[in-house]
């Protein structure tokens, strides 16, 4: 074989290697178009998750805001409850207090009356006087067992109603302790929802502006409705991987 020969032989030979290269050049291009492709389809699926979750987030803290004004308005009407049944219980000791005067006032009158009776009956000295007088001293200790009776009675109902209005003053006590820990309850919920909302918020800038590069097992990508932040840290690692690659 001439040198001329060996020399064409070897242009052909390197004319099909550069063939080769073009061609595996044009299927890398083909390829990284299209998982540039497949990676814009990510960013916006991401950035349309992301959206919803912050939506859901707001909503979710408009209606702990309105649940914390029903509490406080709760809190509100409670406390004047309170008050109204304070009021009532120094009302009912009052009246028990009342009760207590007159029923000590009617037993004294009552044996002013009884003494009255027996001077009266040690001045007429007639029998027939005397029996009639007797008669009327024991209707007038029937009617004084009424009366004492009767305020015993009234006496009791107004202890009853005084223990009604403790009761009621302990239930209402117990209602504003319970209202004010739900109250709390509620504003950490609107801490966390807040703290998510910021994570998610930075999570979704770093798909537009990739920072530390980090090696990453990569896996076909998964929407994942429980976790969004799983979804955005995906994404993430995930553009960061193709820049290394």
Request: proline share 1%.
């Given at each position: 074989m001439t040198h001329a020969a060996e020399k064409a032989r070897n242009d052909v030979v390197?004319?099909?290697?550069?063939?080769?290269?073009?061609?595996?050049?044009?299927?890398?291009?083909?390829?990284?178009?299209?998982?540039?492709?497949?990676?814009?389809?990510?960013?916006?699926v991401a950035e349309e998750i992301a959206e919803q979750d912050k939506q859901e987030l707001r909503n979710t803290?408009?209606?702990?805001?309105?649940?914390?004004?029903?509490?406080?308005?709760?809190v509100k009407e409670g406390e004047n409850i309170t008050r109204a049944l304070e009021k009532q219980f120094k009302d009912?000791?009052?009246q028990l207090a009342e009760a207590r005067s007159t029923t000590a006032k009617n037993i004294t009158e009552m044996a002013d009356s009884n003494r009255s009776n027996v001077t009266l009956e040690a001045q007429i000295g007639i029998e027939n006087e005397t029996v009639a007088l007797d008669i009327?001293?024991?209707?007038a200790l029937k009617t004084k067992d009424d009366i004492?009776?009767?305020?015993?009675?009234?006496?009791?109902?107004?202890?009853?109603?005084a223990r009604g209005l403790q009761r009621d003053k302990d239930d209402i006590s117990q209602t504003l302790a319970t209202t004010i820990l739900e109250k709390e309850a509620l504003a950490a919920e609107i801490k966390t929802s807040d703290s998510?909302?910021?994570n998610i918020e930075k999570r979704v800038a770093c798909l537009l502006?990739?920072?530390?590069?980090?090696?990453?097992?990569?896996?076909?990508?998964?929407?994942?409705?429980?976790?969004p932040e799983d979804n955005v840290e995906h994404l993430t690692k995930l553009i960061q991987w193709q820049g290394l690659h």
């Open positions: 390197d004319l099909a290697g550069r063939a080769a290269a073009v061609v595996e050049g044009l299927r890398t291009v083909k390829r990284t178009i299209g998982t540039l492709g497949d990676l814009e389809d990510h960013v916006l803290l408009d209606t702990a805001q309105e649940r914390i004004v029903a509490l406080e308005k709760d009912g000791s009052k009327d001293k024991a209707d004492i009776q009767a305020l015993v009675e009234e006496k009791s109902s107004a202890e009853e109603k998510r909302l910021a502006r990739p920072g530390e590069h980090a090696e990453v097992d990569m896996t076909v990508f998964r929407y994942s409705k429980d976790s």
